[in-house]
């Protein structure tokens, strides 16, 4: 069998590096500075977002860096070391939504957003990205992208937005307008809020009901794995994973025509009745029961479970009772897979594998369709369990995975 793959973050030097030499090599310069924003993990909370419930990230050591120059006029020109011999560019002049194709939509429309903002300053950049985020596996190197984006173009063009916690909203949401309106993938936030907002040692507890302001939407959660001598191990299976093809977005509007149904605003005013109710579980079938299908059912099933899930969750970890957070693990990645039908079968053998080896639970993490799962295991055993997993991938003959040890880690940053 082959030795399963472990993905090493990039050091702060090797990051600076790398994005320095790709940018003096593709634009004949130097850049004015280098900037970084991590990937995430989601603990729990998948799927909320954009129901205005609770998740529940951290941000990883994994990080994108960002080697940026502005320039005078609206020309933006891009480059990444994924292709580092392919220079895209776009001008902001005149740019519609949807104006860019491919991976440069990301980056070309923070700027796009934060114009469309009222910042009529910023202007063309030149950029180049050096990134040990993995694409494609839920992990979130799209929010890496466009947040290391962001608080660049905010200290260049002297916004003023990045040094402060709400006033990073304001760069959130360009990051933001940029994936959903530039690039056309669906996210709801979390994301680019953990990239933007964690910090080391903790989870970002985040409550994404529209009416609360930035300084009431986030609370920092103890997150210290090594306190209760534990691992959180994540693995990438490699499968394809896709937000944009329209999966993603139907699960979305199916959740708001079911709260237009049940005459709220959104599932979590649904979810927090259902809670506060003298029986949840009468209070769950009466608001099923209102809605006219099953496939609907299921889909808000899932939405107010999982928002209570968190709230478990955040209680159990801070008691130190393992066993009870490893079985939210284990019963979030069920109702994913049962009601949200968002797992494929790579992400549903890595979890079963993880489960039978000794995880306290197991888990899909991100939007799904592919990606990664992470497995809260006893400290020294994330090798182990990830070459288990390999092998029964290998007999399958499915992509091999990677794996990677999920610390929490800190939120974007100047990094030169």
Known sequence: MTAVEFIEPLTREQGVARATELFAASFGEQPEG??????????????????????????????????????EDTLVRVVSDVNPDAVASADLDGLAAGGVDGWAAYP???????????????????????????LGSGLSSSAA?????ALALDEVYGLGYGSSDAGRVTLINAAIKSENEMAGASTGGLDQNASMRCT??????????????????????????DKYGLELLVVDTQAPHQLNDGQYAERRATCEEAARILGVANLRV????????????QALKETLDALPEERMKKRVRHVV???ERVRSFVHAFAQGDIEQAGRLFNASHDSLAADYEVTVPELDVAVDVAR???????????????????????KGRSQEVAQLIADEFERRGFHAPRA??????????REA
């Not at 995430?40 to 080697?67: K, M, S």
């Not at 040692?201 to 920092?220: F, I, K, M, W, Y």
């Not at 649904?270 to 579980?281: M, S």
């Not at 995880?359 to 369709?369: E, L, P, V």
Request: charged residues 15%; negative net charge; glycine residues 12%.
């Open 108 to 134: 070309v429309g923070v700027a796009w957003a934060l114009r469309q903002a009222g910042f009529d300053q910023v202007k063309g950049f030149d950029a180049a990205f050096a990134s040990c985020v993995p």
């Open 145 to 149: 992208m466009t947040c290391s984006t």
């Open 34 to 71: 280098v900037w970084g924003a991590p990937g995430r993990v989601n603990l729990i909370g998948e799927h909320t977002d954009y129901n205005a419930g609770l998740c529940l990230p951290i941000a990883l050591p994994h990080r994108t860096f960002i080697a940026l120059k502005p320039r």
């Open 270 to 281: 649904t979810a927090d009745g259902i809670t506060k109710a003298d029986d949840p579980f």
């Open 305 to 307: 479970t999982e928002i």
């Open 356 to 378: 039978h080896n000794g995880a306290y639970g197991a888990r899909m993490t991100g939007g799904g369709f592919g990606g990664s799962i992470i497995a809260l295991l006893d």
């Open 404 to 413: 990677m040890a999920a610390v929490a880690s800190a939120s974007a940053s």
């Open 200 to 225: 080391a040692g903790h989870a970002l507890l985040l409550d994404c009901r529209p009416e609360l302001t930035p300084l009431e939407n986030v609370s920092q959660q103890d997150f210290d794995l």
